[in-house]
């Protein structure tokens, strides 16, 4: 893990423009704190924010003022061409689970490493162990179709998780799923998370904040803001 494996944002701000031409202020002089090897849940309604902070740490947005900071990345400081490098570093995992649909449970994981050009044998050493981790090692074979929404969900964790990141983004992770497969996801992410990475997930599913505590990020009129999980 990079020493200085944390997640800033200092005085963020994001303006998006409406299908109708209408500016719209979604982030307003945002900042936040997390520190290597903690978690927090970030949560919102639709539209508030959630994903878009997400987005500006892995470096697919970039903030109008202030910074977002990810490990050794800087918003203003990156090269473009490092941006590959950063989410190499890093693990994302989506609510749509984005899998190749072509591709077996084992080459979804297995091609994450591949683009990093990893060997053939650390490609299969890594990719075996990524699927160990989340239960899906009998199912290497299996075409995404031929997976539960949570098996898909299992081996999107297991892609992300390849590269050994110290981090795990999880915008909405449970979000397609029904609220039993949705438990045993969550517990896999904080499993992970218990291991030492850091994780910031990003949520509408109160009932697993109040079951699982930990601390919670709150975006209210474009400002986040630490909030009690049992007021929720």
Do not use: C
């Not at 009932?207 to 999980?229: E, H, S, Y």
Request: hydrophobic residues 40%; charged residues 20%.
């Amino acid at each position: 893990m990079p020493p200085s494996a944390v997640i800033d944002l200092n005085h963020v701000t994001l303006t998006y423009t409406l299908p109708n031409g209408t500016p719209k202020r979604v982030l307003n002089d945002v900042s936040l704190h997390l520190d290597r090897a903690s978690m927090a849940y970030l949560i919102g309604p639709t539209g508030s924010g959630k994903s878009t902070i997400l987005r500006m740490l892995y470096m697919d947005v970039f903030p109008e003022t202030g910074t977002a900071k990810i490990g050794d990345y800087r918003s203003d400081m990156i090269d473009p061409g490092d941006v590959p490098m950063l989410r190499r570093e890093i693990g994302v995992v989506f609510q749509d689970f984005q899998l190749l649909p072509d591709r077996s449970a084992y080459d979804n994981v297995a091609f994450a490493l591949q683009v990093t050009g990893a060997s053939r044998r650390d490609v299969k050493e890594r990719t075996m162990k990524a699927l160990g981790e989340v239960g899906l090692s009998h199912k290497r074979n299996h075409f995404p179709h031929e997976l539960s929404g949570g098996e898909q969900q299992r081996v999107a964790i297991a892609r992300a998780i390849a590269n050994d990141p110290w981090v795990l983004l999880a915008d909405e992770p449970t979000g397609n799923l029904d609220p039993v497969v949705a438990n045993e996801i969550h517990k896999l992410l904080l499993g992970l998370h218990r291991q030492g990475m850091t994780l910031l997930m990003a949520t509408h599913d109160y009932r697993l904040v109040k079951q699982f505590p930990a601390r919670t990020l709150a975006i209210m009129n474009g400002q986040v803001v630490d909030v009690d999980p049992e007021t929720l």
